[in-house]
């Protein structure tokens, strides 16, 4: 540490005062205790950009995220009527054609980790179903109207369903 002390004096040092005096040594050690404070003020300010830099790719990632789950949802309710037109159609006309549409359909949604949910038989759930008619007091779905769809873990809209 001592040599690298005196390289960094000798730095500083005129060649007028190349025979250090004991003022011109206090002088070059002041110079050196203000450059090596500058060094340092230097390396935490570059320090906190970087940490603020990286504060703000974590946020930019996170709303992007945000913007194409809204995204997807947004799509996923513009095309629910058509689906719901197309499981109409099946309960009037069970074609083989219209089940391949609807298959077809859902498995691109699944695509978009869209799942279906609300089938006959399940139990209901007050956070997943919305209950039409209830016929008694049993919790379990005895028809769905207009099935469920969610996107992960998030309901894109409940199942609407009568329960017996």
Not at 58 to 85: F, G, H, M, Y
Not at 101 to 106: H, M
Not at 137 to 160: L, T
């Amino acid at each position: 540490m001592a040599e690298h002390e005196d390289e960094i004096v000798e730095e500083f040092i005129d060649e007028d005062e190349a025979e250090a005096t004991p003022a011109a040594l206090k002088k070059v050690r002041e110079k050196l205790k203000e450059a090596i404070k500058e060094k340092q003020d230097n390396l935490d300010g570059w320090q906190r950009a970087r940490a603020d830099f990286a504060n703000f790719k974590r946020q930019e990632a996170l709303i992007n995220a945000d913007k194409e789950a809204r995204i997807v949802s947004d799509l996923i309710e513009a095309l629910l009527p058509a689906l719901d037109t197309l499981e109409l159609t099946l309960k009037h006309e069970d074609t083989p054609t219209n089940r391949m549409l609807q298959a077809q359909f859902l498995d691109s949604l699944a695509r978009l980790n869209v799942k279906k949910f609300g089938a006959v038989g399940d139990t209901f759930d007050p956070h997943k179903h919305e209950a039409l008619v209830q016929k008694g007091d049993e919790n379990i779905i005895e028809s769905v109207e207009r099935s469920g769809y969610s996107v992960d873990e998030k309901i894109i809209r409940p199942a609407q369903v009568i329960i017996k």
